[in-house]
């Protein structure tokens, strides 16, 4: 349980300090794409993460930064597909909302809300049939699960028993807007997910220790079972929606919200948690910080330097030659 | 060998001998294994291959989409069927943004190699949602090739080529062409994506035409031989990628143009075609270049609404005899053109309600 414990708190930071990175560098334009940092929601990435193995399959939506650093996804790669380069993980094709890093299974994230979630759920169709020991995990927000696509999805994966793992992380804006005036009050989604024939759970998703646990417990049932699994996760998007700044002030939510939540920080709470359970030492903490800190800063120095692609490459097919 | 089989036979033997081949072809869409079996065209195919390959699906077409292409990054080929192109406008986020892009702007890592089926048609009260083909829709999307066959031949050759290719296909089957008869190879043949075929040589004006157009191209030019006008008939094939090449070769020699569109003219691949003559081929024209398509507005149920709606050959040959100049009896085409059956069917065959 150590060591787990452990690579949970490294990744959380890893993902916590890359975003803090980012933000901080955003406003020298040298990351021109819309870019949605997952500040705050640290500990749902990570617990699932850690739950897979390489060979599961992976798919994200537009703030997947965390997601894919949490499959083990390339940093150097994410961080020069941000800024643009031909050394990026799409070669500079997608930006931030489109990443992938195939040698860990992160097949995909894409822009529109919902879009990859019936993606996910073919990937499973295609582990199914070829009976691999693999599952596929698709993650989502509370705004896809008002996408059409995100019910059609649901009941295919359930109709077919897919091993397809659904991972929502709930942080109850979609953009600005307010879960209270996009659902009915009362209404959990896991409940009417399970409604829908797919066992579900939900959990404290700043909680790293009960994310994996969650997370872990469905990955098993799916590979046991054969079917598909739901997992809620209640969450917090520190920052704005897109954008490197807090935006607290602009009307939509209430600073005291924030802060409530900010008491709840994943990151913080657990180290709080491996130090008094003498699971690390401070020293131990400090040589993460600094193992991790060093990690960041060579991706960051290797996307700056990096070349861009080649204006004419943009007229290049767009085809796969037959 | 060749012997005379249906465009639909064609076309549910090139998914069979396809799907003999190669293990990861799948195909689904709701009622591949109905009692119709999608007008006959997958009749058999679960049998032969299972349910874990032929498979009914819920009425999802965004989702199912995506599950075609999730399916397709992660090993497998999948065909999909819709009955009617209209209701497949439900997948246009699944179409659009993930199928057309994945391969792009993911750097060119991993295409998709799915082939889509609509169906499409006009006439018997298809109205105005059972009866759109919108092929300038996708066309318009960078990374999808879009396939129109003609002739049951090519329908068998350029599916089989559609299921083969790495990337999006559309493939476009007009419901008038499902019972017509030519001669198929019964062999695993293919036929190239992206070349233009022409079916006749003629020196006095060039008909572009694609899928069902090419049969009214066909039915004017006939009459128009008559007359001694030689057309030089080219079906398209396929309407993305365009053979131009083959356009302005053609154009080099008879001067003329017109280009026939099974869309609506707005927009209308008709459209971009005489664009790009205009833009290369400038110099040898020596009229101005037409084209016909459908009109404006949406197709009407009523059986009179139609009457005068769709281009059929006799518009064709009227249109041609105009640009060059050639007056003729016009009672001449009534009695070549008069139809044996009503205007809104293909044939005696078609008895609706599809």
Known sequence: MKTIDKKLYENMLLIRLVEEEIAKKYTQGKMRCPTHLSIGQEASASGVGLALNKKDLAVSSHRAHAHYLAKGGNLKKMIAEIYGKEAGCSKGRGGSMHLIDRKVGFEGSTAIVGNTIPIGVGLGLSLKLDSKDAISVIFCGDGSTEEGVFYESVNFAATKNLPVL????????????????????????????????????????????????????????????????????????????????????????????????????????????????????????????????????????????????????????????? | MKRLITFVDAIREAIDQSMAKDKDILIFGLGVDDPKNIFG??????????????????????????????????????????????????????????????????GKQQSVPITIRLIMGRGWGQGPTHSQNLQAWFAHIPGLKVVMPASPEDAKGLLISSIQDPNPVIFLEHRWLHNMKGKVSKSFKSVPLGKANIIKKGADITIVAMSYMVIEAIHAAEFLEKHNVHCEVIDLRTVAPIDYDTIFQSIEKTNKVIVLDTGHLNGSISGEIISRIIDHSWDNLSAKPERLAMPNFPEGTSYSLTKEYHVDAKDISLKILEMLSVSIDTSAAEVFFKKEHPHDIPGDWFTGPF
Request: one cysteine or more; aromatic letters at 12%; a positive charge.
């Open chain 1, 166 to 322: 659904f991972v929502c992380e709930n942080n109850s804006y979609s953009v600005y807007s307010s879960l209270k005036v996009r659902q009915p009050r009362g209404r959990k989604i896991y409940e009417m997910v399970e409604a829908m024939g797919i066992r579900s759970s939900h959990t404290d998703g700043n909680d790293v220790r009960k994310v994996y646990q969650a997370a872990n417990f469905a990955v098993n049932q799916i590979k046991k079972t054969g079917s598909p699994f739901f997992i809620e996760l209640e969450t917090y998007r520190w920052l704005e929606h897109c954008g490197p700044s807090y935006d607290n002030h602009i009307g939509y939510r209430s600073e005291l919200e924030y802060l409530e939540w900010k008491k709840r920080d994943p990151v913080k709470l657990f180290k709080k948690i491996l130090l008094k359970e003498k699971i690390l030492t401070k020293d131990d903490i400090h040589q993460i910080d600094k193992r991790v800190k060093i990690k960041i800063k060579e991706a960051f120095k290797f996307a700056n330097n990096a070349p861009f692609p080649k204006p004419q490459s943009a007229f290049e097919t767009m085809y796969l030659d037959s």
């Open chain 2, 41 to 106: 065209s997958t009749a058999g195919l679960q049998k032969k291959y299972g349910e874990a390959r032929v498979f009914d699906v819920p009425t999802s077409e965004n989702a199912m989409t995506g599950v075609g292409i999730g399916a397709a990054i992660a090993g497998k080929k999948p065909i999909m069927v819709h009955q009617r192109l209209d209701f497949f406008l439900l997948a246009m986020d699944q179409l659009v943004n993930a199928a057309a892009k994945w391969y792009f702007m993911f």
